[in-house]
């Protein structure tokens, strides 16, 4: 027992440090069915099942920006490169106006896609 104490004194803490403004908040909200859920794809943002380029990203998260109510949107965090969550995050929060309420960062992994991701034209 104190061996696996002193060992997760040893392990390194995940990353939840990444600089992101103040229009982002850090809690999920509990309903989380009809979210807009934006993740890393090895460079490529993903949209839920859509592969999104900058411009793509730009376009969906200005649409989100404009519903009513909002709808949460959750930038998954974990496992990617910080310069690149904070890169999404530059574009989501310019295009759609964020709030910390629905605009949210999650250091927990991801919920596994369903289908195969789609390229968006």
Known sequence: M?????A???LPAPDKGCNLSAQW???VPRKT???HEVRDNGGTALWGFIQASDTALEDLASGAGRETPHRPIILYAAGTDCAVVEHYAEIIEASANCAPD?????YKPAPPLATPPKTAD
């Open 8 to 10: 997760m004194l040893v």
């Open 33 to 35: 069915a009809d979210a």
């Open 25 to 27: 908040g850090t809690k």
């Open 2 to 6: 104190i061996l696996f104490s002193l």
């Open 102 to 106: 629905w605009c949210v960062v999650s």
